[in-house]
């Protein structure tokens, strides 16, 4: 019998048979190189997915800074009736000269100088509230009725640059407007 006839009838390969025994060198690479694809796809996805949780945190806490002070103004109707809500820019603002916790002596006018200065100290704060915030609120007299608008502003990163270009690092200038009429 031949040489390569024992090797086939004792379940032996024999010398021209080769059984592989694992993976190659080149098969792991391009395996590693799949799973790093993915990799990289889900951690672009988690990273916009933070700034888009971070957009919605901001919009929130700029709409409910709006409302209070919406509230704020409604409950202090000599105030309005001063015109002291009117043009307010958070970035300029004066200091109080009542404290309306110690004192029940205040006028509407003090009061409505209290309510900006802590709706600007919700800006200033550290960590502030908004990065960049700043609030303007506006009057429209209308017959029989004011219609106020409080407009809350803040920065935030954005990756959208000019011709659709991507700028990574970018601020772009966000706001929230709410509107009430108040008679």
Known sequence: MRLANIFRHSG???????????????????????????????????????????GAYFR???????????????AN????????YDGVNTNSVTAPDCDIASSAGCSGEQVARNDIAEL???????????????????RED????DEYTVTVFWTEKSWAGAGGAVARDGTALRSVELRTIIK
């Open 12 to 54: 032996h390969p024999g010398p021209i048979a080769h059984r592989q025994g694992g993976f190659t060198l080149i098969e792991v690479m391009i395996a590693v190189l799949v799973l790093l694809v993915g990799l990289l796809g889900v951690a672009g996805i988690q990273i916009v997915s933070f700034q888009n949780n971070q």
């Open 60 to 74: 929130s806490q700029a709409t409910f800074m709006a409302s209070d002070f919406l509230d704020r103004m409604r």
């Open 77 to 84: 109707p000599a105030g309005r009736s001063a015109s002291a």
């Open 120 to 138: 600007a100290a919700q800006f200033t704060t550290t960590p502030p509230v908004l990065p960049n915030g700043f609030a303007t609120v506006s």
């Open 142 to 145: 209308s017959t029989g009725f």
